[in-house]
């Protein structure tokens, strides 16, 4: 039997350790904190991420990752990305040789600029053919709730990314795609959650959907001009890790970082949007990463060069619209 270890009590690692452990895979759930541990355990539901959710009856969890990752074959990594480094760090020595390494994460590392995939070939010290990504436009509480939803399982070697794709595939519920394309997939996870809070933002604003359409068509523009200066295959980019989840984000009032981008749009300070805020909205951090990254590479991205003067400057939403509004008429294709 496949076993595997997800990293993360979080609304995301629970919800992908059901999948798994649905799929026939003996999952472990490992969590920080003992006493959700101990509820997950007893109760057979995680109170704090997904009050209500029955878990499969084989999943376990455990706060220790020795425990965990004891015999893994896929190690699971669901922590908020800007956490991955040190926590990685301290599970290292404990993953056993051969184990392949999966992010769930959607962010880009502050400071670095590097993709997840990247941390964890630096920190765990492994090839790139055992470092694969899923992204898509998975929202947790719905796929939790046993909706169907579509992913896509990225590894630059095909073997490896087949074996996960059979080790996630659970009809009718769960359907995961294969991919190559490691950089373009994680770049459409990282970069839609900073689309989305600027489509948030309008919405706050009271803005309509003609907006909001402008926003996900231009943002896409952005993560595609990005993805051509990092080697991405453009294709990657109107699939479901790149249009499908930007819709899928900016759309959805499920999603943490559209929901964050509404409460400022609608004019609530940073700290209190970050005081009502209980679960990671992982483009809050990474719109500035994205954004060096953008400059380290000469790439135009308006829309998240306004995301950063909101969320982190001071603007406020009326300027960076006034902003977006007034640059230089252009032709559609322009940069793309
Ligand atoms: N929730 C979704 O719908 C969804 C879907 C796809 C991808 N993702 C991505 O998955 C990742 C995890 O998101 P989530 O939704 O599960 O987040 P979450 O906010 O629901 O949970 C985060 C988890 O990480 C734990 N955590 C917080 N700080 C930590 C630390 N310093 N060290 C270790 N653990 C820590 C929390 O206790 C919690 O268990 C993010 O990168 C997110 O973008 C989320
Ligand atoms: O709730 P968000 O904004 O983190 O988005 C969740 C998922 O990434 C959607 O695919």
Redesign the pocket.
């Known amino acids: 039997m496949t076993k595997t270890a997800v990293f ?7 919800t992908f350790a059901m999948i798994l452990a649905e799929a026939g895979n003996e999952t472990v759930l490992w ?3 003992p006493e959700l541990v101990s509820a997950i355990n007893s109760t057979g539901e995680n109170p704090d ?1 997904l009050p209500g959710i029955t878990l499969p009856g084989s999943l376990r969890a455990t706060d220790s990752a020795a425990e965990a990752l004891d015999g893994a074959d896929f190690v699971v990594l ?4 800007q ?1 991955l480094r ?2 990685l760090d301290t599970w290292r020595e404990h993953i056993p040789d051969g184990a392949v390494l999966v992010s ?4 880009i590392e502050l400071g670095t600029t590097k993709r997840m995939s990247e941390v964890i070939r630096e920190v765990a010290g492994v090839p790139e053919e055992r470092v694969a990504v899923i ?1 898509g436009p ?4 719905e796929i939790a709730q046993r909706q169907p939803a579509a992913t896509v399982v990225a590894c630059t070697d095909e073997a490896v990314a087949k074996r996960l794709q059979d080790v996630c595939h659970l009809p009718p519920w769960f359907r995961p795609y294969t991919n190559l394309d490691v950089v373009g997939v994680e770049l459409g ?1 990282a970069v839609k ?1 900073v689309i989305a809070l600027a489509v948030g933002v309008a919405v706050g604003m009271g803005m309509g959907d003609n907006v909001a359409a402008m926003m996900i068509t231009r943002g896409l523009a952005e993560i595609s001009r990005l993805g051509a200066a990092l080697g991405a295959d453009p294709h990657t980019f109107s699939g479901l890790a790149g249009m499908g989840d930007l819709v899928a984000t900016c759309t959805s009032p499920l999603s ?1 970082n559209r929901t964050f981008g509404e409460n400022l749009g609608r004019g609530m300070t940073l700290e209190e949007v970050i005081a009502a805020t209980r ?2 909205a ?1 483009g809050v951090k990474s719109c500035e990463s994205v954004l060096e990254l953008a400059r380290k590479h000469d790439v135009e991205m308006p829309i998240t060069e306004v995301v950063v003067g909101v969320v982190h400057d001071g603007m406020s939403p009326r300027e960076a619209g006034m902003l977006l509004m007034s640059r230089s008429p252009k032709p559609e294709r322009y940069g793309v």
């Open positions: 993360g009590t979080g609304s995301w690692g629970t969590g920080r904190r991420y669901a922590v908020p990305s956490t040190g926590n769930l994460m959607k962010g992204s998975n929202l947790a509480k996870g959650n943490r679960q990671t992982e």
